[in-house]
């Protein structure tokens, strides 16, 4: 190994959507270029989708959606490499995480995070990632969501719910449904809006002590002559007033 491209990496404590981003970051920065050589630049390393995706024990449309949010959140550069030899990656702003000086405190100087870095650190707890994280560890396996399950998680926002209620609603149904399911975990997230929802409806029916109007009786054929009678001043048995 080069001695100019020895030593020791500084990982910056950025935040993250999914920890597969933040471990795939991780070893785009510990795999950079330290010293620009005759191959690569400073902060730049190259990649196989192939390689990546055995090492990480994952597909490669896994690995690549993630290097595309990477790229997306401006931590990193993709370009292609001539001849399907793989890709190349750059670190952005691997000069400034890379110096010492970045990281000491200073009243002189502030250094502002990228913009998209304060809407990761904003978002981080926001109801949806609180769902959907609390989603993806009940369901034991993958680290991210489908569009589907996305879509479902922003219909139970839309409902109204404090986040407190539906995480707790989350629980209840996620252990009624590996009982009833010899263990096996809910797939996707429609399952938990049609069941959130039904339990919105029970609470939202409202209770009353009224009792339904009592149905009319019947008259009968008696009950309209003596009516009748009454009403004209007859007297039923064949006498009627002042005659005998």
Do not use: C
């Not at 990546?52 to 959140?73: A, F, G, P």
């Not at 369901?139 to 569009?147: D, K, P, Q, Y």
């Amino acid at each position: 190994m080069n001695h100019i491209t020895t030593g020791f990496v500084i990982l910056p404590r950025l935040t993250f959507k999914n920890r597969f981003d933040q471990a795939l970051y991780s070893i785009f920065m510990e795999e950079a270029n330290f010293a620009t050589n005759d191959y690569l630049k400073r902060g730049q390393a190259k990649f196989k989708m192939s390689k990546l995706s055995e090492e990480l024990h994952t597909t490669r449309n896994m690995v690549r959606n993630s290097i595309t949010r990477l790229e997306k959140d401006g931590l990193i550069k993709k370009e292609p490499l001539p001849q399907n030899k793989g890709i190349l990656v750059t670190i952005i702003n691997y000069d400034e995480y890379q110096s010492l000086e970045t990281y000491q405190k200073s009243k002189e100087t502030k250094i502002e995070p990228p913009k998209e870095l304060v809407q990761l650190v904003e978002s981080e707890n926001s109801p949806f990632n609180q769902i959907e994280n609390k989603f993806i560890q009940q369901r034991g396996s993958g680290l991210n969501i489908s569009a589907s399950d996305a879509q479902s998680i922003h219909e139970v926002l839309k409902l109204g719910i404090p986040l407190e209620t539906v995480l707790e609603w989350m629980d209840t149904i996620y252990e009624h449904y590996i009982k009833r399911n010899n263990g096996r975990t809910i797939r996707a997230f429609k399952y938990y809006e049609e069941a959130i929802k039904t339990q919105q409806q029970k609470l939202q029916q409202p209770k009353t002590n009224v009792t339904p109007f009592p149905k009319p009786k019947k008259e009968n054929s008696i009950d309209a002559l003596a009516r009748f009678a009454q009403k004209h001043g007859v007297k039923l048995g064949g006498t009627q007033d002042g005659n005998t």
